[in-house]
């Protein structure tokens, strides 16, 4: 049998990093969702990088005790065993969708315990829910190994087109768009993205439909970030 990709593991390093990305786009004001005052991530924000690790893994401690191991656990173990009776055919359209190979052999996808879900491309890991259930974190899965995909071979082409670093985020995190029409049927949900990329979404949408063609798309989106 093939190897499986995505690994769905209990990583307590892997966890606070996730929650150190929160925080990062918090402080970028990525997106509107984090646009809110969080009284947490301002007083994290004041101190230096060791004390908000140090801060963030003591509070996290409680979810990684032996007991809720045991827990945590099952979970990532059922994720692996739902994930695995997809994961073939969810990298054929993805690479399918993007014309090029999907470039790695193993990426770890860490069960977060923060209720947002970051993933670090170079590190080959992302993260997903501890607090959802399997067929959620399926989802997730989904959407952040698009983004492996948008960054190893779209992102620089877009830099060469001059576009900033924000429009190359905007536009990443649009693309995501797709997974509602060639993924429908190994999702549980539809891929909703951001309320402020809905006109690049709708852009990607309509070229996609027309062309099926993943350049023409972005070319499309980048029309609309001008
Ligand atoms: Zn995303």
């Not at 984090?34 to 893994?57: A, D, G, H, Q, V």
């Not at 191991?69 to 990298?91: H, Q, V």
């Not at 992102?155 to 509602?180: A, H, P, Y």
């Amino acid at each position: 049998m093939k190897k499986q990709i995505v690994t769905f593991v209990i990583d307590k390093n892997l966890d606070i990093k996730n929650h150190l990305i929160g925080l990062d786009s918090y402080k970028r004001k990525l997106h509107s969702k984090t646009i809110s005052k969080n009284e947490y991530y301002e007083t994290l924000l004041k101190l230096p990088f060791k004390k908000r690790k140090e801060i963030i893994r003591k509070n996290i401690e409680r979810f990684y005790s032996p007991e809720k191991n045991k827990f945590t656990r099952t979970l990532a173990k059922d994720i692996n065993k739902e994930w695995g009776k997809i994961e073939a055919r969810y990298f054929y359209k993805l690479e399918k969708i993007h014309g090029h190979p999907f470039p790695y052999h193993a990426v770890k996808a860490t069960l977060s315990s923060a209720n947002r879900f970051g993933y670090d491309v170079e590190g080959k890991w992302f993260a997903v829910s501890m607090m959802q259930n399997k067929f959620i974190s399926i989802d997730i899965a989904m959407h952040e190994l698009m983004h492996f995909m948008f960054h190893k071979y779209y992102w620089k082409m877009c830099e060469r087109k001059g576009l900033s670093w924000k429009q190359i985020w905007d536009i990443k995190e649009s693309f995501t768009v797709l997974l509602n029409t060639g993924f429908a049927n190994l999702r549980f949900q539809s891929d909703n993205g951001y309320p402020e990329h809905k006109q690049i979404r709708l852009a990607i949408t309509k070229s996609w439909n027309k062309y099926h063609n993943f350049e023409k798309a972005l070319s499309s989106a980048i029309q609309c970030t001008h």
